[in-house]
């Protein structure tokens, strides 16, 4: 098993930034695609953003050149730089990865972290 670790979430005022982290723990082979989701009440869950383990990375096009993913691969650990945050940005923020041990590649994901934006 896999355990992940968010951390970052909170109160921000429209404009504002914040940095949410994910730690992977735990029965770790190859930690190949992570990401992150957001929900907000009421609405489908949204991919954010993904980054592979050489980090070439993906955004949805709502977040494009607000926010930035990057990871550690020594510490097993991916973050997101969110920036110019708006109220519709307000979501619990959930990160993905993907645990590759060949041939089978498992999933696994984190407990959420909120972000409010908000005056």
């Known amino acids: 098993q896999v355990q992940l670790v968010e951390s970052g979430g909170g109160l921000v005022q429209p404009g504002g930034s914040l940095r949410l982290s994910c730690a992977a723990s735990g029965r770790i082979f190859t930690i190949t695609n992570m990401k992150w989701y957001r929900q907000a009440p009421g609405k489908q869950r949204e991919l954010v953003a993904t980054?592979?383990?050489?980090?070439?990375?993906n955004y949805a096009d709502s977040v494009k050149d607000r926010f930035t993913i990057s990871r550690d691969n020594a510490k097993n650990t991916m973050y997101l730089q969110m920036n110019s945050l708006k109220p519709e940005d307000t979501a619990v923020y959930l990160c993905?990865?993907?645990?590759?041990?060949?041939?089978?590649?498992?999933?696994?994901w984190g407990q959420g972290t909120q972000v409010t934006v908000s005056s």
């Open positions: 993905n990865v993907h645990n590759l041990r060949p041939p089978f590649e498992y999933d696994y």
């Open positions: 980054i592979t383990r050489g980090g070439n990375t």
